[in-house]
């Protein structure tokens, strides 16, 4: 069974550019989270779906952060404009139930410059 | 807000010592889940073990076993007979149940060494 995967693994970007960063989790989990890791700090939770559905985002930061779930499989986490601040390792969990064990991807890694 | 702490930033062990991992939360609620995520380097997190709240008893897995004090808010990681594989940031996280977010809190991670 394949675990959940994110893309890209890495990137670098500017200052007021756009980046999307995308996860696909476990086939069949309807769960789907977002976390944040800045550089020195907690690993942060951003939102959670269930299905297509946003159940929680009441960890996102600010409105340049928009994530979607389309159709309820694979979710994008678009960031626009990107600040200094952004940066940091962001995660991606899903889980087959709401309380169940989170499994997380390797993380996406963005810098901004 | 409930928090988590891991007080060790750092820690080291001989390989086939033993380790002990610290890690207390700060909650009221009374139904919550805590478990140990493990990180090794350029790895993705995995599970290491997971505790019910309600279960008295404390949680094994192998060499990994969980020492949980309810009443003091603590929930600490045995790691036995350390292997150079156990190298990882540790993390101890926390999830309450019945508020309607199922959100993990972590603690800013324990990095373990195992020195062969």
């Known amino acids: 069974e394949a675990g959940v995967t994110q893309f890209p693994s890495h990137s670098v970007i500017e200052k007021g550019q756009t980046v999307t960063l995308r996860c696909d989790p476990i086939?069949?989990?309807?769960?789907l989270y977002w976390y944040r890791r800045v550089m020195g700090k907690e690993i942060k939770f951003l939102l959670h779906?269930?299905?297509?559905?946003?159940?929680?985002e009441s960890g996102m930061p600010n409105n340049r952060f928009l994530a979607e779930r389309t159709g309820g499989t694979y979710s994008t986490l678009k960031v626009q404009p990107a600040e200094l601040e952004d940066s940091g390792v962001y995660f991606c969990?899903?889980?087959?139930?709401?309380?169940?064990?989170?499994?997380f991807g390797p993380g996406t890694r963005l810098l901004v410059l | 807000a409930q928090t988590v702490t891991q007080s060790q930033p750092e820690m080291s062990v001989q390989e086939a010592e033993t380790v002990t991992l610290s890690c207390t939360y700060d909650t009221s609620e009374s139904n919550y889940y805590l478990f140990w995520y493990k990180q090794p380097p350029s790895r993705q997190m995995i599970l290491v073990i997971r505790?019910?709240?309600?279960?008295?008893q404390n949680a094994t897995e192998n060499r990994f076993s969980v020492n949980f004090q309810k009443a003091a808010k603590s929930f600490s990681l045995k790691i036995s007979d350390s292997q150079l594989g156990d190298t990882a940031m540790y993390f101890c996280a926390f999830m309450e149940l019945g508020t309607g977010s199922y959100q993990l809190t972590f603690g800013k991670g324990t990095k373990l060494s195992v020195i062969p």
């Open positions: 086939s069949g989990h309807d769960n």
């Open positions: 969990a899903s889980s087959q139930d709401v309380s169940g064990t989170q499994y």
């Open positions: 779906f269930v299905k297509e559905s946003k159940q929680d």
């Open positions: 505790q019910e709240a309600y279960k008295q």
